[in-house]
T-cell receptor, first 114, second 113 residues
Framework: KQEVTQIPAALSVPEGENLVLNCSFTDSAIYNLQWFRQDPGKGLTSLLLIQSSQREQTSGRLNASLDKSSGRSTLYIAASQPGDSATYLCAVREWGGGSEKLVFGKGTKLTVNP | DGGITQSPKYLFRKEGQNVTLSCEQN?????MYWYRQDPGQGLRLIYY???????QKGDIAEGYSVSREKKESFPLTVTSAQKNPTAFYLC????????????FGSGTRLTVV
């Protein structure tokens, strides 16, 4: 059974710092990996999608990498801002139990202090 | 703009009542999903549908029911059999091809009173 783990569970940094969020998964047979942002009481906003054949994706100050063989992904946030404060979730899309599905980690709650 | 609309944003249920959460998408996506989110836990899949008039149970389907009569709509009913329904419910959709990502709605917070 696929399990997705995110470390750390919470992170507090000063504004301007570069930071890395970690995601690991137990079964490397995935189609893709997606990073989401969730603000309190809100839905999920997709940040980056990495296909299983790709190594990384970039969008603005965000860079996500994928090492499928080792079951790891990282989300790098450059020059963090208070507006980046949110919970970041990673999810892998896989085939399991006769259907494709998205399996989520529990998230990393990020606080960027002014 | 294309997207997913969930309504209502907040919903209160009395003990023994059934309530229905709405999810509508105009993205022309084939597949739709319902997830439940509890504090400190990851999202858990309730039901999903990959085509109209067909749907499958997810990991925590007990006490819930769905229908998929139109491509755009995937309502979720929380029945009285669901003993702990207080949670945040998220609807999502995707093009039914595995290389694509998911799009989520803004969620419905259900509280039992």
């Amino acid at each position: 059974k696929q399990e997705v783990t995110q470390i750390p569970a919470a992170l507090s940094v000063p504004e301007g710092e570069n930071l890395v969020l970690n995601c690991s998964f137990t079964d490397s047979a995935i189609y893709n990996l997606q990073w989401f942002r969730q603000d309190p009481g809100k839905g999920l906003t997709s940040l980056l999608l990495i296909q299983s054949s790709q190594r990384e994706q970039t969008s603005g100050r965000l860079n996500a990498s994928l090492d499928k063989s080792s079951g790891r992904s990282t989300l790098y946030i450059a020059a963090s801002q208070p507006g980046d404060s949110a919970t970041y979730l990673c999810a892998v899309r896989e085939w399991g139990g006769g259907s494709e599905k998205l399996v989520f980690g529990k998230g990393t709650k990020l606080t960027v202090n002014p | 703009d294309g997207g997913i609309t969930q309504s209502p944003k907040y919903l209160f249920r009395k003990e023994g009542q059934n309530v229905t959460l709405s999810c509508e998408q105009n993205l022309n996506h084939d597949a739709m999903y319902w997830y439940r989110q509890d504090p400190g836990q990851g999202l858990r899949l309730i039901y999903y549908s990959q085509i109209v008039n067909d749907f499958q149970k997810g990991d925590i389907a007990e006490g819930y029911s769905v229908s998929r009569e139109k491509k755009e709509s995937f309502p979720l009913t929380v029945t009285s059999a669901q003993k702990n329904p207080t949670a945040f419910y998220l609807c999502a959709s995707s093009i039914d091809r595995t290389g694509y990502g998911y799009t989520f709605g803004s969620g419905t917070r259900l509280t039992v009173v």
